[in-house]
């Protein structure tokens, strides 16, 4: 049960060019999550798919997409990468959306971009 | 909004010294609350969470309780150690999302 994971580790970009940042669990979770963290400002939602089929704008979402390619990934995509965007960003999942009853987060261990 | 606003760091203490790190908390309905660490390179875990008020959670020597009256969610421990260095993060539940606060850096020196 290898619970949240993320791929790549690590990335260096240029500026403009693109990638993208893939997630999957296996914990049969309906949500999933996307943040960026950076120093002093904790952790910023960009997207979040609160079920398989949806997905929705969190706090952040300007210069990324997300895909929900079924119920166990979803993937972050930079079409054009910034300096703005260098951070580390995690993926996340919960069973089901953020307020339900005894509900809580899963992470990834995350992933460190540097845009050039 | 929801929102979560906690004690800014970093902290510093000697091992075996108390904790507490403060936590408030904006909510309209009746959030969950949560504790996370991240330890240096790694992702947050969960330390603890309280669904309802007057709830105590608590792991590994940490306890917090969920206080709806001062809307309050402080973390304490009793004896710090070097093993307990490390990024706290309190955290509410609400809607479709989960809110964090920023985050207070903990080092423990021997």
């Known amino acids: 049960n290898a619970g949240v994971t993320q791929t790549p580790k690590f990335q260096v970009l240029k500026t403009g060019q693109s990638m993208t940042l893939q997630c999957a669990q296996d914990?049969?979770?309906?949500?999933m999550y996307w943040y960026r963290q950076d120093p002093g400002m904790g952790l910023r939602l960009i997207y979040y798919?609160?079920?398989?089929?949806?997905?929705d704008k969190g706090e952040v979402p300007n210069g990324y997409n997300v895909s929900r390619l079924n119920k166990r990934e979803f993937s972050l995509r930079l079409e054009s990468a910034a300096p703005s965007q260098t951070s580390v960003y995690f993926c996340?999942?919960?069973?089901?959306?953020?307020?339900?009853?005894?509900?809580?987060?899963?992470f990834g261990p995350g992933t460190r971009l540097t845009v050039l | 909004g929801d929102s979560v606003t906690q004690m800014e760091g970093p902290v510093t203490l000697s091992e075996e010294a108390f904790l507490t790190i403060n936590c408030t908390y904006t909510?309209?309905?009746?959030?969950?609350l949560f504790w996370y660490v991240q330890y240096p390179g790694e992702g947050l875990q969960l330390l603890l969470k309280?669904?309802?008020?007057?709830d105590k959670g608590s792991n590994k020597g940490f306890e917090a309780t969920y206080r709806k009256e001062t809307t309050s969610f402080h973390l304490e421990k009793g004896s710090v150690q070097v093993s307990d260095s490390a990024v706290y993060f309190c955290?509410?539940?609400?809607?479709?999302?989960?809110?964090f606060g920023t985050g207070t850096s903990l080092t423990v020196i021997p």
């Open positions: 914990m049969n979770h309906n949500s």
């Open positions: 909510a309209t309905g009746y959030p969950s």
């Open positions: 996340a999942s919960s069973e089901v959306p953020g307020g339900a009853l005894r509900n809580e987060q899963f």
């Open positions: 955290a509410l539940s609400g809607g479709n999302q989960f809110y």
């Open positions: 309280a669904t309802k008020a007057d």
């Open positions: 798919s609160a079920s398989e089929g949806t997905t």
